[in-house]
């Protein structure tokens, strides 16, 4: 069989490479034929250097860009690293100091419960956080030492001045009898002029009245010679007072034998002279 | 198109240069909007800054090299060429039916080709040709894609793409052949 050439399918397949390398933009303007010139010069135009309104978008386009996820100066990644450690020391440090304060919080509060703290301290503790008097630090001191221990223990935990008891706000006491260090049967409790004012705060006091709250054995008597044995009985004459804001603790805080016991009223009575027996 | 520093420009953007992210843009911003006028004439502008958002959020995370970036730009814009047509609902404007003065031409394409023969008068003379036609020689020729990726966004094969690519060239040498642009 004869071999025919196909000049046409030639001419053809010549023309498509000539326009692939048109679209590719490879071609040679001389390769191509007459009629595909013109085609060029479009192409030609289309890539043409971009104008200024194709251009006119791009700050926006960088604002967005800096919004989303860029930055304008290369040096700021390790700008920005920097506080991110620092912040992280910084709070490593932070909850250290803060781990240390809660410990040191709770072993004080500790303390402050179980009456072991110093005596200022113990009394700010029970002032503030409610903790235990200062008195409460010394839980063997009741009935041990007879009446001369018991006075001595008194005024070691409670604040006396040479002649001036001078109970503390919250006690009930309002009379300010003159201590003996001595155990005597006469301690002479009368007031001593050098003692400033007493006041009473949170306390209701009636004269005549030796003021206990309602959950004490023992209550006040009129009578100016007080006995030793303690009167179980509330007097008729004295109910019991509401204690609004009086802290109950604070009388069982009190030793024993003082809560047994019955001090001369300088108010109830104006010379007094009482026997103050202490009860063991 | 950028050349043999794409990779450095992308990977110097994707950390954050604002330098690096300019040149890419100002490599294909002109690109895009020269696809976009012909296209789509009456959305470009909104559609070519809406495309460089969709770019900004997966800037990141995009790996490819510049072939790929160009067809990564190109079709999240062509995407969104077609979800604006659906959401106005309004019907697929024909190309050849696209009045000249919507075109960012002048009234006469073939007068301004002759006397300055520039790009909006050669987006004019593609704007003359079938919508498949104009579109894979624009993306061919303005997007600079491969056939195959070309074939890839338009969802023909490459073969067609590749017929009319030769159909649409012919074509656009008669129209400019028509118009008096000669050599």
Known sequence: MPNFPWPGRRDASAEDAALAALLSGSGEIEDLSASLRPAADVL????????????????????????????????????????????????????????????????????????????????????????????????????????????????????????????????????????????????????????????????????????????????????????????????????????????????????????????????????????????? | VIGDGFEEELAAAQRGHEAAFARLWRDANPSLLRYLRVIAPDLADDVAAETWLRVLRGLKSFRGDEQAWRAWVFTICRHLVIDERRRSKAPAVQLSEVPAGRLATGTDAADEAIEHFSTRAALAMVAALPPLQAEVILLRVVAGLETGAVAKLVGRSPGAVRVAAHRGLRRLAEIAAEAGVTL
């Open chain 1, 44 to 280: 030609a135009a289309l890539r043409a250097r971009p104008s200024g309104d194709e251009l006119a978008g791009e700050h926006a386009a960088m604002a967005e860009f800096r919004d989303r996820v860029g930055m304008s100066d290369p040096a700021l990644p390790t700008r920005r690293r920097r506080p991110s450690v620092l912040s992280s020391l910084l709070s490593a440090k932070a909850a250290a100091a803060a781990l240390c304060v809660a410990v040191a919080l709770g072993g004080a509060a500790t303390a402050a419960y179980a009456g072991a703290l110093p005596s200022s301290a113990q009394r700010l503790a029970h002032e503030f956080i409610g903790a235990p008097a200062a008195h409460h630090a010394m839980p063997g001191a009741h009935g041990s030492g007879g009446a001369a221990g018991s006075w001595a223990r008194h005024r070691r935990h409670h604040h006396f001045r040479p002649g001036c008891f001078m109970p503390r706000p919250h006690q009930s006491w309002s009379a300010s009898p003159s201590p003996s260090t001595s155990a005597s049967p006469s301690p002479s409790p009368s007031p001593t002029p050098s003692c400033p004012p007493f006041r009473f705060r949170h306390h209701h006091f009636r004269p005549g009245c030796f003021m206990h709250g309602p959950h004490h054995s023992w209550s006040a008597s009129p009578s100016p010679s007080a006995s030793a044995s303690p009167s179980p009985s509330p007097s008729p004459s004295c109910p019991p007072l509401p204690f609004r804001h009086h802290h109950f603790r604070h009388h069982h805080a009190m030793p024993h034998h003082f809560r047994h016991h019955r001090f001369p009223h300088p108010m109830r009575s104006p010379s007094p002279s009482p026997s103050a027996t202490m009860t063991s």
